[in-house]
Structures are given as C-alpha cells and as structure tokens.
T-cell receptor, first 117, second 112 residues
Framework: GAVVSQHPSRVICKSGTSVKIECRSL??????MFWYRQFPKQSLMLMAT?????????EQGVEKDKFLINHASLTLSTLTVTSAHPEDSSFYIC?????????????FGPGTRLTVT | DQQVKQNSPSLSVQEGRISILNCDYT??????FLWYKKYPAEGPTFLIS?????DKNEDGRFTVFLNKSAKHLSLHIVPSQPGDSAVYFC???????????FGKGTRLHILP
C-alpha cells in the first residue's frame, strides 16, 4: 500500500511558540492531503483539506490563521500551529490521496503528538 | 452532533471467537462506509469498506454488514486473533468526493 510519513512523531513546545509538522507521501503523488486531530478517546476530526498549489479548505470552527497549511508540492504538506497554547495539545494525523482516487481512498500517516507546556 | 456513533468504547473477546463491532449513523446521505484499524501511536489503516448498494462485504476473516433501514453497520472478525487487538474506527462519506466522518472508535481486546 501507499506510504505516508509525518515528521516529527512527537514534539513538545512552550506556549506561544510555533510548531511545524510535515506530511509526505513517499511513493505516490498526493494531489489532496487532509489534516485531522484526535483528542483522547475521541474520533478523528477533519481540520482542513488541502489541494496541491491552492489554499486549504478549513472545516467550521478551525482557525485558519492559527493552523497554517501549505501544500506546495505533490508529495509534501505542512501544518504550522502558530502561537501554540496548551489546549492545542493533541494528536495530529495527516492523510493523502492521489489524483486518481476517490476521497475514501486515503492513506494515513503515523501521526504527530504535540504537547504544549 | 455525532453523525457516526460507536457506542461501545471497548470490547473484549476470547481468541478464536467472533468479534462484532457495531456502528450507527444518522445521516441518510451516507453511501459509503469504511472500517479502519489503529494501533497506538500509528495512523489508521484501511480495513474494509462497503457501498450502500450492498448489504455485505467479505474479505478473509473480516465481514462488514450494512442495514440501511436501521442505519446500522457491523464488522465481524472471525476467528479473532491476538493481532486484532486495536482501536477500530467506523467511518462514512456522503459521496465519492466528500469528506470522511469518523466515529469515536472501539478498542478491541483479544484475550488469550
């Protein structure tokens, strides 16, 4: 199956700083990438959908100025959590889909655990 | 408003027996349903799916049943194996290009 990687796998940062998370599709071209977050014992919540070369589409309630998404190439999307606060601590997961696939044929990365102190 | 509901947070099943994970949904527009399996500190991996035009889909030890009138689906794993211990997410989408809505997951423990 297709491989999606995330970096870093775990990050601890101080409140007020910014953190960048990378999502890469390793063996296919991902025209669309999705960013999710998951709180403990909760479902994966879609934050935004990004298409290569265009602005991301954010879900209702997700602050686009706080969660900056860049999808500059067909293999890389980044999520930057700006001015992080403790309530931003969560498990962030990206997924990727090739241009030929339908939405539900997404391949997920291993996730990034963000802890804001 | 939870559109995809997994009402059992956890389930324990003896190795070799059948595991049945249940899922209910509220949106009648959903026409594609998926099950994902997730290990700790890993992303979900696709397990099996079913289109709304079918009521059953089977893949090896995994079978998904869909009851559209009841807005209910279930995942059967038989026989259950130790490696099946994981969190299972039920998910649904309203059309081929729509976003996927996930349930909260059910943690399955396979007992030796």
């Amino acid at each position: 199956g297709a491989v999606v990687s995330q970096h870093p796998s775990r990050v601890i940062c101080k409140s007020g700083t910014s953190v960048k998370i990378e999502c890469r599709s390793l063996d296919f071209q991902a025209t669309t990438m999705f960013w999710y977050r998951q709180f403990p014992k909760q479902s994966l919540m879609l934050m935004a959908t990004s298409n290569e070369g265009s602005k991301a589409t954010y879900e209702q309630g997700v602050e686009k100025d706080k969660f900056l998404i860049n999808h500059a190439s067909l293999t890389l999307s980044t999520l930057t959590v700006t001015s992080a606060h403790p309530e931003d601590s969560s498990f962030y997961i990206c997924s990727a889909r090739s241009g030929l696939a339908v939405t539900y044929e997404q391949y997920f990365g291993p996730g990034t655990r963000l802890t804001v102190t | 408003d939870q559109q995809v509901k997994q009402n059992s947070p956890s389930l324990s099943v003896q190795e070799g027996r059948i595991s049945i994970l249940n899922c209910d949904y509220t949106n009648s527009m959903f026409d594609y349903f998926l099950w994902y399996k997730k290990y700790p500190a890993e992303g979900p991996t696709f397990l099996i799916s079913i289109s709304s035009i079918k009521d059953k889909n089977e893949d090896g030890r995994f079978t998904v049943f869909l009851n559209k009138s009841a807005k209910h689906l279930s995942l059967h794993i038989v026989p259950s194996q130790p490696g099946d211990s994981a969190v299972y997410f039920c998910a649904a989408s309203a059309n081929r290009d729509d976003k996927i809505i996930f349930g909260k997951g059910t943690r399955l423990h396979i007992l030796p």
